[in-house]
């Protein structure tokens, strides 16, 4: 069992910067693919952003590549989103979420993340 939790959430203005980290608890932090999702209201969840075990591939949603950095230590068992140049449009709950397929295929789908955190409120005001 992987237990998340997420913190680092709030409110910044438009162009501010925000940095979340998932703290995780539980065995064999480093074999998974760690993820970043958020759920705006009234909108499906989406995919942010994904790192493998060993920080060696990442991937990112379109929509916030060259603006978010997904990084991770696994001596802390924490992986961080840091958020720059923040939009009206990246308000969300933001969730971690642990993922045991290695494929990078994988790191988009929601379906394939076996373990969630609660998540973090992240508003950003125009």
């Known amino acids: 069992q992987v237990q998340l939790v997420e913190s680092g959430g709030g409110l910044v203005q438009a162009g501010g910067s925000l940095r979340l980290s998932c703290v995780t608890s539980?065995?064999?932090?480093?074999?998974?693919?760690m993820g970043w999702f958020r759920q705006a209201p009234g909108k499906e969840r989406e995919f942010v952003a994904a790192i493998s075990w060993n920080g060696g591939n990442t991937v990112y949603a379109d929509s916030v590549k060259g603006r978010f950095t997904i990084s991770r230590d696994n001596a802390k068992n924490t992986v961080y989103l840091q958020m720059n140049s923040l939009k009206p449009e990246d308000t969300a709950v933001y969730c971690c979420?642990?993922?045991?397929?290695?494929?990078?295929?994988?790191?988009?789908?929601?379906?394939?993340?076996?373990?969630w955190g609660q998540g973090t409120q992240v508003t950003v005001s125009s």
């Open positions: 979420a642990a993922n045991p397929y290695t494929g990078t295929y994988s790191y988009p789908l929601p379906s394939k993340y076996a373990y």
């Open positions: 539980g065995r064999s932090f480093s074999s998974y693919t």
